[in-house]
Each structure stands twice: as structure tokens, then as C-alpha cells.
């Protein structure tokens, strides 16, 4: 699992990578925010189109508002049921 510090390297060598320089001490700065926004807090990153990712549950949320339900379904590749289950959990 990887720690707070891996993932902020990740995010600095990738934002280096597109272009976009961080000041000197920011990646610190960040750090120390982080830990005292969550002190000793894990969190779960989803693999990406994850059932249980909640911007893929909004997507489905708005396209079940303009198109039925078999369609949704189809197109996200879910059940009709999980379409209805994701339209009324608010």
C-alpha cells in the first residue's frame, strides 16, 4: 500500500511531467495539511469505472434522467436493477 509521501512524489514527478513546476517547500507544505485535515486516516482509491466509484453512480444517476433504464444498463454495462438501486440512493 502505498504511504502519503509515495503518493505525493507521484503527484509532483507527474505534474513535473505535464509541465506544471511546484515551489520550493510546497510538496511539504501539502504533506503537512493532509495530516492535519485526516491524522491517521487510510483511504480506499477505486480501480478505474469501479461499481462502487461514486462519479460512475452520477454519471448513471444523470443519464437514467433523459434515457430508460435498459438503456443505461446497456450502456454501462450494469443490470437494470443497479440502475434503479443508483437512481434512488441519494
Given amino acids: 500500500m502505498p ?10 514527478q507527474y505534474s513535473t ?4 513546476q ?5 510538496t ?4 503537512q495539511a493532509i495530516r492535519k485535515a485526516w491524522p491517521s486516516e487510510r ?4 480501480p478505474e469505472n469501479s461499481r462502487r466509484d461514486p462519479a460512475r453512480t452520477e ?6 434522467r433523459t434515457l430508460p433504464t435498459s438503456v443505461v444498463a446497456e450502456r ?3 443490470s437494470r436493477r443497479w440502475v434503479n ?3 434512488r440512493k441519494k
Avoid: C, H, W
Avoid at 4 to 12: H, V
Avoid at 59 to 64: G, L, T, V
Fill in 59 to 64: 454519471e448513471i444517476r444523470n443519464a437514467a
Fill in 43 to 46: 483511504i480506499y482509491i477505486p
Fill in 76 to 78: 454501462f454495462g450494469v
Fill in 3 to 12: 504511504t502519503l509521501k509515495n503518493l505525493i512524489d507521484f503527484i509532483s
Fill in 28 to 31: 511539504r507544505e501539502m504533506e
Fill in 17 to 20: 511531467d505535464q509541465g506544471i
Fill in 85 to 87: 438501486m443508483a437512481t
Fill in 22 to 26: 511546484f515551489r520550493a517547500g510546497f
